[in-house]
C-alpha cells in the first residue's frame, strides 16, 4: 500500500501563506493524493485532489512534484479557523481497479497551529 | 443542503454493555461509511455501503460489531459486547458514487464521542 509521511506539527502566523509538505515516494501512477482536514471536535473535510498537474479551488492549492513523489498543500491566507489536523491520503491500490471500494487510508495528520 | 448527521453526539457505557449509532446520510448519497477515530489517530474505515449492500467491511469486528443499511438510506452501527478499547469517534461519512465512478470527496458528519469504562 502506498503511504504517506507528514510533519507532525506546524506553526503558522495569521493572514501568511501555510504550506503543508507531504511525502508519497511508493505513489502508484493511477493513484490520486486527496487532502482532508479535522477542525477539533468535528468530522473531517474534504480540501482538495489531483493526480499529476496542480490544483486550485475556493480552499487551497495543490503542488504535485513532477515525479509525484511528494506534495504540498498551500493554504494562501492562513486565518485562526484554519487551525486544524491535515490529513495526505492515497488511495488503497491493494484491491482490484474496478468497483468502490478502495479505501483511503489515513495517516496521522499534520497539526497545523494558525496563531494571531 | 443538510448534512450528514449523527446521534447521538456523546456516550457514556460500561464494558460488556450494548451500544448503537445511527446516521443519516446526505440525500441522494449511495455511499456510506462508518469510521472509527481513536485518539490522536486518524479515522480508519470500519465498513462501506453502496446503497444497502455491504461493499467492504474487512476491518469490522465482526465478533461484537454490526452494521446495516436499511432500504439504502439511514444506517446503524452496533457494538455488543464493548470493550473498554472501543472508546473512540465513530464517525459516519457518505459520497455520491452513483455511477460507479469512484468519488473520494466524502462528508462527514460530527461523530458519536464513546467512552466505555
Known amino acids: 500500500d502506498a503511504k504517506t509521511t507528514q510533519p507532525t506539527s506546524m506553526d503558522c502566523a495569521e493572514g501568511r501563506a501555510a504550506n503543508l509538505p507531504c511525502n508519497h515516494s511508493t505513489i502508484s501512477g493511477n493513484e490520486y493524493v486527496y487532502w482532508y482536514r479535522q477542525i477539533h471536535s468535528q468530522g473531517p473535510q474534504y480540501i482538495i485532489h489531483?493526480?499529476?498537474?496542480?490544483e486550485t479551488n475556493e480552499m487551497a492549492s495543490l503542488i504535485i512534484t513532477e515525479d509525484r513523489k511528494s506534495s504540498t498543500l498551500i493554504l494562501p491566507h492562513a486565518t485562526l479557523r484554519d487551525t486544524a489536523v491535515y490529513y495526505c491520503?492515497?488511495?488503497?491500490?491493494?484491491?482490484?481497479?474496478?468497483?468502490?471500494?478502495?479505501?483511503?487510508?489515513w495517516g496521522l495528520g499534520t497539526s497545523l497551529a494558525v496563531n494571531p | 443542503e443538510a448534512g450528514v448527521a449523527q446521534s447521538p453526539r456523546y456516550k457514556i457505557i460500561e464494558k460488556r454493555q450494548s451500544v448503537a449509532f445511527w446516521c443519516n446520510p446526505i440525500s441522494g448519497h449511495a455511499t456510506l461509511y462508518w469510521y472509527q477515530q481513536i485518539l490522536g489517530q486518524g479515522p480508519k474505515l470500519l465498513i462501506q455501503?453502496?446503497?444497502?449492500?455491504?461493499?467492504?467491511d474487512s476491518q469490522l469486528p465482526k465478533d461484537r460489531f454490526s452494521a446495516e443499511r436499511l432500504k439504502g438510506v439511514d444506517s446503524t452501527l452496533k457494538i455488543q459486547p464493548a470493550k473498554l478499547e472501543d472508546s473512540a469517534v465513530y464517525l459516519c461519512?457518505?459520497?455520491?458514487?452513483?455511477?460507479?465512478?469512484?468519488?473520494?470527496?466524502?462528508?462527514f458528519g460530527p461523530g458519536t464521542r464513546l467512552t466505555v469504562t
Open positions: 489531483g493526480l499529476k498537474n496542480n
Open positions: 455501503f453502496q446503497n444497502n449492500g455491504v461493499v467492504d
Open positions: 491520503i492515497v488511495r488503497d491500490r491493494s484491491l482490484p481497479w474496478a468497483g468502490n471500494n478502495r479505501k483511503l487510508i
Open positions: 461519512a457518505s459520497s455520491l458514487d452513483r455511477t460507479g465512478r469512484m468519488s473520494y470527496e466524502q462528508y
